[in-house]
């Protein structure tokens, strides 16, 4: 027959709240531990993850950008074809051009992204229209007409005006028929050099009602 071994102790009560403050700290100690150890392991799961699909997300990345670039090679030729076909020159600052199939139901558009951009000069285009602004009289109609022209001048996150918005700011301009406001326009106008950013490509086809759905060509579309 076995013996039981339990012993029973007897604590004061203060020995009793250490013994208790000891083990507190014990499970806190072993916790931590243990939140440290998986925090480790998520770390090194992410690694590897990440060194596995590195890899193949660049080989995705450069089959893409090739059968873009065929793409873009062979629809060369046919605008050169166009060209010579119907006698018609094909505008170097063209910015797309699409291409139906004879169904109507495929069609793939090629062309650029570009960006506003501006010379050094678009500077003096604005101070001059900003002198014309400034000798307004201060009435309400003519805040009116400084309001709306600070919004079209206001520049984006990069700093950078907008082309449509110089269009509209030429309305104003021949609006109000003054010639140094024009002339202001004309030189912000003159000053416009936009920038091509990237070429891209939009592949279409015709759903069963009708309506036009893009082929995803990119990893952010579904």
Not at 16 to 45: I, N, P, S
Not at 117 to 127: K, Q
Request: glycine fraction near 4%; charge should be negative.
């Amino acid at each position: 027959m076995k013996e039981d071994n339990k012993q029973t102790v007897e604590m004061t009560a203060e020995e009793m709240a250490e013994y208790r403050a000891f083990q507190k700290a014990k499970a806190k100690k072993e916790a931590e531990a243990k939140a440290k150890a998986e925090r480790e392991e998520y770390k090194q799961l992410v690694d590897e993850e990440i060194e596995h699909s590195i890899p193949v997300l660049l080989g995705i990345s450069e089959q893409i950008k090739d059968c873009k670039q065929k793409v873009m090679d062979n629809f060369k030729t046919i605008l050169e074809m166009k060209s010579d076909l119907f006698k018609t020159k094909v505008k170097d600052d063209q910015r797309s051009h699409t291409f139906t199939n004879s169904e109507g139901n495929k069609r793939i558009t090629l062309g650029v992204y570009v960006t506003d951009g501006y010379r050094d000069t678009v500077e003096d285009g604005i101070a001059i229209v900003k002198e014309y602004i400034a000798g307004l009289a201060n009435d309400d109609k003519t805040q009116a007409l400084v309001n709306m022209v600070f919004r079209l001048l206001a520049r984006d996150a990069k700093g950078t005006l907008k082309a449509s918005r110089i269009v509209q700011l030429r309305k104003v301009a021949q609006d109000t028929g003054d010639e140094r406001f024009l002339e202001g326009v004309r030189i912000i106008e003159e000053s416009y050099q936009p920038e091509v950013s990237k070429q891209f490509i939009r592949a279409e086809i015709k759903n069963e009602n009708g309506m036009w759905k893009s082929i995803p060509l990119g990893m952010t579309e579904s």
